[in-house]
């Protein structure tokens, strides 16, 4: 069965306090990984799309890789700002562009 | 870029009524549009997928004839909640993607309460 797990659940840091979100997927076969933010009240905001593994993408603090078995969001020195919830999701191959969706990550940074 | 609205954003009705919401893809032509229902903590469930001038498909457990999609055209979906219920009260959300790269872009939600 197609399945992605997000872990933490929940991450609690210090403002400036440099850490990782993890994202492992199980799938039939993958055509891209997603990550979105997503703050309360709101939908969720698009932040990456990684297709292959070894592949890495940058924004700002945050940056995404990927492998065969997982992805990670890394966070470099946060901003209360960053505070949010970070979902993870994957697309299949086939599949009509649906995502399979994590539970999500729920970061937050103390000032 | 990729800027999907949704409107109301918070709608409030009475048990029995029906409430229509409104998807638009403002500066791109989707060709796929999804609709999500999110509870509180929980993640995205989807509910349905629309491909412009198809009828939608829904998800196993979503009753068609009462939450009522149209993809119309290339830039609006809107969903119909039809006489609804306070169970039917939750967090709606669409989103839109165009054939390539297939990513989706979500709208702001829109919060229903029926009383």
């Known amino acids: 069965e197609d399945q992605v797990t997000q872990s933490p659940e929940a991450l609690r840091l210090q403002e400036g306090e440099s850490s990782s979100l993890n994202c492992s997927y199980t799938v039939s076969g993958l055509r891209g990984l997603f990550w979105y933010r997503q703050d309360p009240g709101k939908g969720p905001e698009f932040l990456f799309t990684?297709?292959?593994?070894?592949e890495e993408k940058e924004k700002e603090r945050l940056k995404a890789t990927l492998t065969k078995k997982e992805s990670f969001l890394h966070i470099t020195a946060p901003k209360p700002e960053d505070s949010a919830t970070y979902l993870c999701?994957?697309?299949?191959?086939?599949?009509?562009?649906?995502?399979?969706w994590g539970a999500g990550t729920k970061l937050i940074i103390k000032p | 870029g990729a800027v999907v609205s949704q409107h109301p954003s918070r709608v409030i009705c009475k048990s029995g009524t029906s409430v229509k919401i409104e998807c638009r893809s403002l500066d791109f032509q989707a060709t796929t549009m999804f609709w999500y229902r999110q509870f509180p903590k929980q993640s995205l469930m989807l509910m349905a997928t629309?491909?412009?001038?198809?009828?939608?498909?829904?998800e196993q457990g979503v009753e068609k004839d009462k939450f009522l999609i149209n993809h119309a055209s290339l830039t609006l979906s809107t969903l119909t909640v039809t006489s609804a219920h306070p169970e039917d009260s939750s967090f709606y959300i669409c989103s839109a993607s165009s054939l390539y790269p297939g990513t989706q872009y979500f709208g702001p939600g829109t919060r229903l309460t029926v009383l």
């Open positions: 990684l297709y292959s593994a070894g």
């Open positions: 999701a994957v697309q299949l191959m086939d599949s009509n562009y649906q995502l399979i």
């Open positions: 629309s491909n412009e001038g198809s009828k939608a498909t829904y």
